[in-house]
Nanobody
Framework: HVQLVESGGSSVQAGGSLNLSCVVS????????LAWFRQAPGKEREGVAV???????YHADSVKGRFTVSKDKAANTLTLQMNSLKPEDTAMYYC?????????????????WGQGTQVTVS
């Protein structure tokens, strides 16, 4: 039974920081492509950052230099450190998993999702 459980979302002021976590169970963590997506009301779900099985990380241009994605194999946890937050970062944030990271920004091809954690920046 695969489970992805996010935590760490909150309401913060612009310029603040948050650290999101996603604990993965029931899935081969070390071989997974793990990603963070976000979805604001009325908008399409968009890819924020991804970590490949070998640890290589990519970030969307909109968050590059502010957000950092990483994974802890020992804890089966994916994290997203978010700094210099802006109001436009307000969204529900989801972690997702699949095999292989090709086309990682295409949310429709991810197999497993968490329930989401809300980030609000004012």
């Amino acid at each position: 039974h695969v489970q992805l459980v996010e935590s760490g979302g909150s309401s913060v002021q612009a310029g603040g920081s948050l650290n999101l976590s996603c604990v993965v169970s029931g899935y081969p963590f070390s071989r997974a492509c793990l990603a963070w997506f976000r979805q604001a009301p009325g908008k399409e779900r968009e890819g924020v950052a991804v970590v490949e099985a070998d640890g290589t990380a990519y970030h969307a241009d909109s968050v590059k230099g502010r957000f950092t994605v990483s994974k802890d194999k020992a804890a089966n946890t994916l994290t997203l450190q978010m700094n210099s937050l802006k109001p436009e970062d307000t969204a529900m944030y989801y972690c997702a998993a699949k095999r292989g990271c090709s086309s990682w920004k295409e949310y429709r091809i991810f197999d497993y999702w968490g329930q989401g954690t809300q980030v609000t920046v004012s």
